[in-house]
């Protein structure tokens, strides 16, 4: 039930326009900076390979081309993931989708990976570019590999703040408005932080991904976003248990 309801909700994704626009201006902004980071590998080549411990093809275009993914699925995502369940409560198809014979749970995660794998589509997207690199060198898979992850999990952790941000209103613009906020809180909390024992640092969303844009797996950075996606999805579960009591 969890898979036939994320897949009604991928392809209510691609039924609306929104989608195919956002998908088309991903594919853009990342084919823009692509192109920019190996034309500049190009016009340094000749100097990098005098320099000893000079990052290489993947570090010097790949690794940058998922730095600029984070920031546009920052700004993305909460124009995906506002609809999600506050549109439902607007149109007053909450109440009987609530009613069917599924738990609150199975609706929750359904949404979730209805969007994680729309998230995921652009994600490949990227991994195409990368690959393409094989034509005329090699890359560094376990960079590559590590970046993919890591922004695999900031997209389910930005998809799993949205949701729950769709769930506490009937106002999309609202919930989208919202996400940003907490998105961006999230973000920027350690902003001019020098003391690296600081929480802030723990609390952080983006300074947990800086090991895996080095091709690295760190424990504690991957569980840190099993941990926020988890938490959001359970407080959309709980709200979304207690508008069916009130019901």
């Given at each position: ?15 609306s ?16 900076f692509f ?13 990098m ?7 290489g ?22 124009l ?9 409560r ?9 009613s ?11 949404k979730?990976?209805g ?21 005329g ?9 590590g ?58 969303i ?6 895996f844009?080095?091709?690295?797996v760190?424990l ?8 926020l996606?988890?938490?959001f ?15």
């Open positions: 039930m969890i898979l036939s309801i994320a897949g009604k909700e991928l392809r209510r994704l691609f039924i326009p929104l989608a195919w626009v956002i998908l088309a201006f991903l594919q853009f902004v990342f084919a823009l192109n920019l980071g190996l034309r500049a590998f190009f016009e340094t080549q000749a100097q390979a005098m320099i000893p411990g000079a990052p093809f993947t570090a010097y275009v790949v690794e940058p081309s998922f730095g600029t993914a984070r920031i546009i699925l920052l700004m993305v995502v909460p995906l993931s506002m609809r999600l369940i506050a549109e439902e607007r149109n007053q198809t909450l109440p009987f989708l609530m069917a014979p599924v738990s609150i749970t199975e609706i929750v995660l359904g979730f990976l969007l994680l794998a729309f998230l995921a589509l652009t994600v490949g997207l990227l991994v195409l570019m990368a690959l393409s690199l094989y034509a060198g090699k890359l560094d898979l376990g960079l590559l590999a970046s993919v992850l890591g922004l695999l999990l900031l997209s389910g952790s930005f998809a799993a703040v949205g949701l729950y941000l769709s769930s506490l209103t009937s106002h999309p613009l609202v919930a989208g408005v919202g996400t940003y906020g907490v998105l961006l809180l999230l973000w920027l909390i350690n902003a001019g932080v020098t003391d690296p024992a600081s929480p802030l640092h723990i609390i952080s983006i300074k947990h991904y800086d090991s844009a080095k091709g690295t760190a504690y950075d991957l569980v840190y976003y099993v941990v996606i988890v938490l999805l359970l407080l959309s579960i709980r709200r979304l248990d207690a508008d069916r009591l009130r019901a």
